[in-house]
Nanobody, 116 residues
């Protein structure tokens, strides 16, 4: 059973930074891709950033240039460094992991609140 545990969310002022962590219970090398979605109240869940097994990254247009996703295979952890935060970044952030032939694995979510 794969478990993803997020941490690092919190309250930050506009322009501030946070780093989210997603620790997997096993080797992340088995996943084709990992990344982060976010969901604001009343909205659907949107993809924020992805990193593949070979290190390819992709970002939503709204966060490109401000957020950086990275993976630490040795520690089975994926990170999301979020800089220059805006009020519209306020959401619950969910870590996911993708493996061929299986539904996405999800973490429990971590709240990020950006105050103006």
């Amino acid at each position: 059973q794969v478990q993803l545990v997020e941490s690092g969310g919190g309250l930050v002022q506009v322009g501030g930074s946070l780093r989210l962590s997603c620790a997997a219970s096993g080797s992340i090398f088995s996943f084709d891709a990992m990344g982060w979605y976010r969901q604001a109240p009343g909205n659907q869940r949107y993809l924020v950033a992805t990193v593949t097994r070979n290190g390819y990254t992709n970002y939503a247009a709204s966060v490109k240039g401000r957020f950086t996703i990275s993976r630490d295979n040795a520690n089975n952890t994926v990170y999301l460094q979020m800089n220059s935060l805006k009020p519209e970044d306020t959401a619950v952030y969910y870590c996911y992991a993708a493996r061929p032939g299986f539904p996405f694995y999800w973490g429990q979510g971590t709240q990020v609140t950006v105050s103006s």
